[in-house]
Nanobody, 126 residues
Framework: QVQMVESGGGSVQAGGSLRLSCGVS????????MGWFRQAPGKEREGVAT????????AYVPSVKGRFTISRDDAKNTVYLQMNSLKVEDTAMYYC???????????????????WGQGTQVTVSS
């Protein structure tokens, strides 16, 4: 059983920054893709960024490219999402997730991810 706990969310003004953290524990040996997803009220959950742990390759949804950076610290079993130049439209609940389907990591398909955290709220005001 994999446990994932997000932290670092909060309220910030447009143009500001936040860094989300996702602590991972439990049986993680087979998970080779980690991702951040978000869901705004009334909208479907969407992939934001993923990282393939085998080679470190990353993928981003176009709306956050150049502003968000996903990274991981294997020694701390933690995955991060650095979010800069935040926009009002980035407001959502952010979730971290993991999957064993590493080669499909870049697709950011929600249904490919089997382990999920509880989420952390990010609110960006104008």
């Amino acid at each position: 059983q994999v446990q994932m706990v997000e932290s670092g969310g909060g309220s910030v003004q447009a143009g500001g920054s936040l860094r989300l953290s996702c602590g991972v524990s439990g049986y993680t040996a087979n998970n080779n893709c980690m991702g951040w997803f978000r869901q705004a009220p009334g909208k479907e959950r969407e992939g934001v960024a993923t990282i393939y742990t085998v080679d470190g390759s990353t993928a981003y949804v176009p709306s956050v490219k150049g502003r968000f950076t996903i990274s991981r610290d294997d020694a701390k079993n933690t995955v991060y999402l650095q979010m800069n130049s935040l926009k009002v439209e980035d407001t959502a609940m952010y979730y971290c997730a993991a999957t064993t389907l590493g080669p499909y990591c870049y697709t950011m398909r929600v249904d490919f991810f089997s382990d999920w955290g509880q989420g952390t709220q990010v609110t960006v005001s104008s």
